[in-house]
């Protein structure tokens, strides 16, 4: 079965940077879309970006353009979140996820396969 896993979460100071990792099993990755979403306390869980099969169209939320990176490895079957000038405002739990059907998007009922969340935490 489809199975992501989501690590690299953590406790930061704002100004600092994290990256996040979610491996993928269960299917070929290089078929799949991938795209990251967090949940912030009290909140639905919202999307932070998008990245296609190759990897070269990619979608961020305003709010996070230009301080986040979405990437793939493909023979590593990885998709990656880098983050930086965190702020505590980003502190929530980021969830990977994965869809094969190409009409993917930033809502939830998107995607079809979810990981179980990282928390990030980001102090002031």
């Known amino acids: 079965q489809v199975r992501l896993v989501e690590s690299g979460g953590g406790s930061v100071q704002a100004g600092g940077s994290l990256r996040l990792s979610c491996a993928a099993s269960?299917?070929?990755?290089?078929?799949?879309?991938m795209a990251w979403f967090h949940q912030r306390p009290g909140n639905d869980r919202e999307f932070v970006a998008r990245?296609?099969?190759?990897?070269?169209?990619?979608t961020y939320a305003e709010s996070m353009e230009g301080r986040f990176s979405i990437s793939r490895d493909n023979a590593k079957n990885v998709a990656y979140l880098e983050m930086s000038s965190l702020k505590p405002e980003d502190t929530a739990i980021y969830y990977c996820?994965?869809?094969?059907?190409?009409?993917?998007?930033?809502?939830?009922?998107?995607?079809?396969?979810w990981g179980q969340g990282t928390q990030v935490t980001v102090s002031s």
């Open positions: 996820a994965s869809t094969g059907r190409a009409n993917w998007g930033r809502l939830i009922r998107d995607y079809d396969y």
């Open positions: 269960g299917l070929t990755f290089s078929h799949y879309y």
């Open positions: 990245i296609n099969p190759s990897g070269n169209s990619i």
